[in-house]
């Protein structure tokens, strides 16, 4: 499987990036998610699909579960499925952006709260 460099999709709150998916776009995927300085991506959770998250710069608040983090660069996380998470980049003056590896991809399966 190779990694591409295709451009980037506005999904408002935040932008994205594909670097590489599965075969017919299922199994896995993994891209490069960027939050504005000033925004916030809202709770929200996966049905299927595992997250692995490693900032690649910028920090931010970073929701899962119940817990909060101080997410910062080169720090690493776990999303599991059913995991209620969200990112608050309001109070930075700066881009947050991480490399997100999806397992068990299967297209969009986000339930927003």
Not at 83 to 96: C, L, P, Q, T
Request: charge should be positive; include cysteine; charged fraction near 30%.
């Amino acid at each position: 499987m190779k990694l591409e460099r295709r451009g980037w999709i506005d999904r408002g709150s935040y932008r994205k990036r594909i670097l590489t998916q599965g075969e017919l776009g299922e199994g896995i995927l993994v891209q490069v998610v960027q939050v504005p300085a000033g925004k916030a991506v809202g709770e929200h959770y996966h049905k299927r699909q595992t997250e692995f998250y490693y900032i690649l710069r910028g920090k931010a608040k970073l929701r899962i579960g119940e817990e909060v983090y101080e997410a910062k660069q080169g720090e690493a996380y776990v999303c599991r499925p059913g995991d209620i998470h969200s990112v608050d980049n309001r109070a930075s003056g700066e881009a947050f952006e991480l490399l997100v590896l999806k397992l068990n991809y299967h297209g969009e399966d986000s339930v927003w709260v």
